[in-house]
Nanobody
Framework: QVQLVESGGGSVQAGGSLRLSCAASEFTYKSYCMVWFHQTPGKEREGVAMIDSDGRTTYADSAKGRFTISRDNAQNTLYLQMNSLKPEDTGTYYC?????????????????????????WGKGTLVTISS
């Protein structure tokens, strides 16, 4: 059973930083495509950043230059370092995993990340950015 548990959310002022973590249960984590999603009320989840099993990363345009996704395969943990936070970054952040390579699960298109059929989801962690 694949389980993903996010942590690290909270409230910060605009311009601040947060680091989100996602602890994964012991599946073959290191071979999975891992993705962070962002969702605000009334909107669909949007892919923010993805990292493949070989460490290749891709970001949505909204995250480039501000967010960094990384993974620690020894600790089965995924991270999202978020800097220069803006009020529009407010929302719930979800960790997701798929056993297929990221290129087979989804990808980057016109500034956004699309993953229509990703397999596993965490329950999310709330981030609030005040102006």
């Amino acid at each position: 059973q694949v389980q993903l548990v996010e942590s690290g959310g909270g409230s910060v002022q605009a311009g601040g930083s947060l680091r989100l973590s996602c602890a994964a249960s012991e599946f073959t984590y290191k071979s999975y495509c891992m993705v962070w999603f962002h969702q605000t009320p009334g909107k669909e989840r949007e892919g923010v950043a993805m990292i493949d099993s070989d460490g290749r990363t891709t970001y949505a345009d909204s995250a480039k230059g501000r967010f960094t996704i990384s993974r620690d395969n020894a600790q089965n943990t995924l991270y999202l370092q978020m800097n220069s936070l803006k009020p529009e970054d407010t929302g719930t952040y979800y960790c997701a995993a798929d056993p297929k390579p990221c290129s087979a699960s989804g990808g980057y298109y016109k500034g956004a990340l699309y993953f229509p059929d990703i397999a596993y989801w965490g329950k999310g962690t709330l981030v609030t950015i005040s102006s």
